[in-house]
């Protein structure tokens, strides 16, 4: 895409510091650093968001996670945690419409980034779970 600023990170029209790149994925650190290390990983061709993902593109890139989660742990073993955080249209705080997983290391409470699930366990009950699921379950593709 020509005005994607990802598309141009990693076709190095614009710098970046690149943590791993291969034919299908490139990770970079995030200008931000929430945290020391924070990296985002981007799939080279362009998809908006999850719903574009195909099923190859998605077993590429996925796949490819855990090995640079791990050089992450390897390179700061005060490492305490890891957050993979992949926002997914503007309500759910996406900004950059290409696709990207945050992989967010974690040293300790203190480190300025908190992720809050309310407990919402009395409004579902077990019909209304049931419900949901059968919702899903009868799109999955």
């Known amino acids: ?13 614009i710098p970046s510091h690149t943590v791993y790149e ?5 990770a970079f650190l995030d200008i931000s650093q929430v945290t020391p290390g ?5 799939p080279k061709k362009h998809v908006m968001d999850i719903f574009d993902f195909d099923d190859a593109l998605a ?42 997983i945050h992989l ?4 300790s409470k203190e480190d300025d980034f908190s992720m ?3 407990d919402h366990t009395a409004d579902y009950t077990t019909e209304k779970l049931a419900d949901i699921a059968d919702k899903i379950r009868k799109q999955v593709r």
């Open 38 to 42: 924070h990296t985002l990983v981007i």
């Open 104 to 107: 967010i290391p974690r040293y």
């Open 59 to 100: 077993a590429d890139v996925f796949a490819r996670i855990p090995k640079i989660a791990q050089a992450i742990e390897d390179a700061f073993p005060a490492i305490e945690g890891l957050n993979i955080v992949n926002n997914n249209k503007a309500l759910a705080y996406q900004s950059v419409f290409h696709s990207h």
């Open 116 to 118: 809050h699930f309310g």
């Open 22 to 26: 291969d034919d299908v994925v490139y």
């Open 1 to 13: 895409m020509d005005n994607c600023i990802f598309c141009k990170i990693s076709q190095k029209e």
